[in-house]
């Protein structure tokens, strides 16, 4: 079993920065790949990012790509993304998600466990 708790969201003007952290329990926190995805009101839940278990592979939605990173501590068990240039279509809740392989997915359903989310909002 593992819990995440995301933190690091907040309001944020266009073309800030924000650091979202994701802390993960248990002992196997290397074992997963981990991702962001971000809801944002009336829509579906997106692909943000993933990362492999060893954070030797990142990949990211074109709509980010370029602006935010995905990093990962495994000695913290702790998963970031670092987002920069923040527009308003950024504004989401974002959540932190694990998935029990080597590698992450695009797919929601590909996923083992979620956080309950924090909320990212980018005013213009």
């Known amino acids: 079993q593992v819990q995440l708790v995301e933190s690091g969201g907040g309001l944020v003007q266009a073309g800030g920065s924000l650091r979202l952290s994701c802390a993960a329990s248990?002992?196997?926190?290397?074992?997963?790949?981990m991702g962001w995805f971000r809801q944002a009101p009336g829509k579906e839940r997106e692909f943000v990012a993933y990362i492999s278990w060893n954070g030797g592979r990142t990949y990211y939605a074109d709509s980010v790509k370029g602006r935010f990173t995905i990093s990962r501590d495994n000695a913290k068990n702790t998963v970031y993304l670092q987002m920069n240039s923040l527009k308003p279509e950024d504004t989401a809740v974002y959540y932190c998600?694990?998935?029990?392989?080597?590698?992450?997915?695009?797919?929601?359903?590909?996923?083992?466990?979620w956080g309950q989310g924090t909320q990212v909002t980018v005013s213009s």
């Open positions: 248990g002992r196997t926190f290397s074992s997963y790949a």
């Open positions: 998600t694990a998935r029990r392989a080597n590698s992450g997915s695009y797919y929601p359903h590909d996923y083992d466990y």
